[in-house]
């Protein structure tokens, strides 16, 4: 599933002038590591890497000169482009992606205690005015790599002279092969165990050779706890790779530097625990748009995938205006299994298929959801969308690692749904570009080990899942204690605009932006959110005809960073918007 998306606002350069006069408190010491500078003008350039949008609107993929050892620069060129592909909406609002000259400094970062490290990467164009100074500082969306937010946040910032920081916030494509003992390095290129490698589980080859070590998934170190942290680091980086590009000018600093966090989905989510951690006075800002948060007393992430995983596939039959991205005769077919599966183990009621729907629509409804939402359910049903993201946090969550899976899940390559295999050398080698960070992707697909005989093979996997928030068991418990560690205080220390569309089906404004303004507000934050009507939650899914004429929401979020760095040029502070 390849979502898409767009887009790019009028801010003049003097906007980004930081206007703070008080004096941050030292930022403490950060461990940046593998640093590396790399330069992009004539025919390459820091948006697409020389591409432009018709080559990125073209569905075959860069080619590489040599299959089995692409170079850094081709990596990183088709790591531009599957990045574009799976978040902007090319072919509608993104009319124009201009060629943006500069400079990208890379390095890895570790917080204290972790396991693994992870990239930050600062892209400085050359059109950076140092006497108006503007860094924006950003997350990767989804479990995407280092370039994850550069449809997003990078369309936004650099064509205007701003910086962007970024981070994948420990996620990403970093794979590890347990069968070649190989990963990735720091400049995406393939190498075995021993090597500067970005992800090492640690993990040995064992009787099963095909399984493949995911970072989100298997670091061990519960990434999402610290996506705050994560981002409040990149900001430093951001600082520091001024430094380096324009010595004569330094130091930059958060007090004569105007740092803005804006983040798209989890990146919207890792902003906005930044808004919360930021005790350095590091940030001017904070805007969300479609933000994975949970709330103090929200539902959490794992907690409403769950239920949807199980209810929604026989929900649908009673939504019969929902768009349905299966062919009929597959739909009515999971649509059936799902609801027997579901009244034999006692979590509906009614004889009938057509009362099994309605309780199981009921109970969703029930537990929160809203119509708008569950009118997207097909989507998430069409594309297995919601066992994807239940079975990788649940491995993140229980700090798993791939010989010890969580609910029989892991990670091979695979063809479609034919029987894991070892990857090939070639396969491997474009993990690193190619891959969203979640599987399936670029090959790698997700391994059901409680897969039963069809008709409704994946239901046992998935009620594993769901009782891992009931269950005793060591596994839960640690689950649960991960869970909790990634809940947010709602106590932002900084001015704050989220932007989340009404029909989000992914990240329903019903379990985290609307609960989190409300705690916020409670806490006496300044924080408005603007509510997009008939908009949902990636705006490359605005491509597919089931979806035509949905609006696509990144349009709003940047006309969101404009009011709010009116704001900050002295105007009020956004208000509220109700669907507009």
Same mark, same amino acid.
């Given at each position: 599933m390849r979502p898409i998306l767009l887009l790019l606002a009028s801010l003049p350069l003097a906007a980004c002038m930081n206007t703070r006069t008080t004096t941050p408190e030292p930022a403490s010491a950060d461990a940046?590591?593998?640093?590396?500078?790399?330069?992009h003008r004539e025919g390459d350039d820091l948006l697409t890497g020389g591409l432009g949008r018709d080559a990125l609107l073209n569905p075959v993929a860069p080619a590489v000169a040599d299959a089995d050892h692409p170079t850094a620069a081709e990596l990183r060129r088709r790591a531009l482009y599957a990045n574009w592909r799976g978040i902007a909406d090319l072919y509608?609002?993104?009319?124009?992606?201009p060629s943006v000259p500069g400079r990208e400094y890379h390095a890895y970062a570790r917080l204290p205690g972790a396991n693994q490290p992870h990239r930050? &990467?600062?892209?400085? +164009?050359?059109?950076?005015? *140092?006497k108006q100074r503007c860094l924006i500082?950003?997350?990767?969306?989804? /479990?995407?790599?280092?370039?994850?937010?550069?449809?997003?946040?990078?369309?936004?910032g650099l064509p205007h002279g701003c910086a962007v920081a970024h981070t994948d916030k420990g996620t990403g494509t970093g794979f590890f092969d347990i069968a070649s003992g190989e990963g990735a390095q720091a400049d995406g290129t393939r190498a075995a165990r021993?090597?500067? &490698?970005?992800?090492? +589980?640690?993990?040995?080859? *064992?009787?099963?050779?095909?399984?493949?070590?995911?970072?989100?998934?298997? /670091?061990g170190d519960n990434p999402e706890a610290d996506w705050g942290r994560h981002v409040l680091q990149a900001a430093r980086f951001g600082l520091q790779s001024?430094?380096?590009?324009?010595?004569?000018?330094?130091?930059?600093?958060?007090?004569n530097t105007r740092i803005i966090a804006f983040g798209l989905s989890n990146g919207g989510g890792a902003v906005l625990r930044a808004g919360e951690l930021d005790d350095e006075g590091l940030l001017d800002g904070v805007v969300a748009a479609a933000p994975n948060i949970t709330a103090p007393d929200a539902r959490a992430l794992f907690d409403y995938t769950t239920e949807a995983a199980l209810l929604q596939p026989c929900a649908l039959a009673a939504l019969p205006d929902a768009p349905v991205f299966l062919p009929d005769a597959v739909h009515q077919a999971v649509i059936a299994a799902r609801c027997a599966s579901l009244r034999d183990a006692g979590l509906i009621e009614g004889d009938t298929a057509a009362e099994q729907s309605a309780s199981a629509l009921a109970q969703l409804r029930a537990s929160g959801w809203r119509d708008e939402t569950l009118h997207l359910s097909g989507l998430q049903t069409g594309f297995d969308l919601w066992r994807a993201v239940a079975a990788l946090y649940a491995q993140a969550y229980a700090r798993a690692t791939p010989d010890a899976p969580v609910c029989g899940y892991s990670y091979a390559q695979r063809d479609a749904i034919a029987p894991p295999r070892l990857a090939t050398v070639a396969e491997r080698a474009l993990w690193w570009s190619d891959g969203s960070g979640?599987?399936?992707?670029?090959?790698?697909?997700?391994?059901?080990?409680?897969?039963?005989?069809?008709p409704d093979a994946s239901f046992a996997g998935l009620r594993c899942l769901r009782d891992?928030?009931?269950?005793?068991?060591?596994?839960?418990?640690?689950?649960?204690?991960?869970?909790?560690?990634?809940?947010?205080?709602?106590?932002?220390?900084v001015p704050t605009v989220i932007v989340h569309g009404d029909h989000d089906s992914i990240i329903p404004l019903e379990f985290s932006s609307r609960p989190y303004l409300a705690a916020a507000r409670a806490n006496g934050a300044r924080i408005a959110l603007w509510e997009v009507a008939n908009a949902q939650h990636f705006d490359a899914f605005v491509a597919l005809p089931k979806l035509a004429g949905m609006t696509p929401l990144l349009p709003q979020a940047y006309a969101a960073m404009d009011a709010f760095i009116a704001h900050l040029d002295g105007g009020a502070m956004p208000e509220d918007r109700q669907k507009r």
């Open positions: 940046f590591t593998s640093p590396r500078v790399s330069t509608g609002s993104v009319k124009d992606i930050v &990467l600062a892209q400085i +164009p050359d059109a950076f005015d *140092a500082v950003t997350a990767s969306s989804g /479990s995407r790599g280092v370039y994850g937010a550069i449809g997003s946040v990078s369309l936004y021993g090597a500067d &490698l970005e992800f090492d +589980p640690g993990t040995q080859a *064992a009787t099963d050779e095909t399984r493949i070590a995911i970072k989100h998934a298997h /670091s001024l430094n380096e590009a324009f010595p004569q000018q330094a130091p930059f600093t958060a007090a979640i599987a399936p992707t670029a090959g790698v697909g997700l391994v059901d080990g409680l897969a039963t005989a069809v891992l928030l009931a269950s005793d068991d060591a596994v839960a418990q640690r689950v649960r204690a991960s869970i909790a560690a990634t809940r947010a205080s709602a106590q932002t220390r």
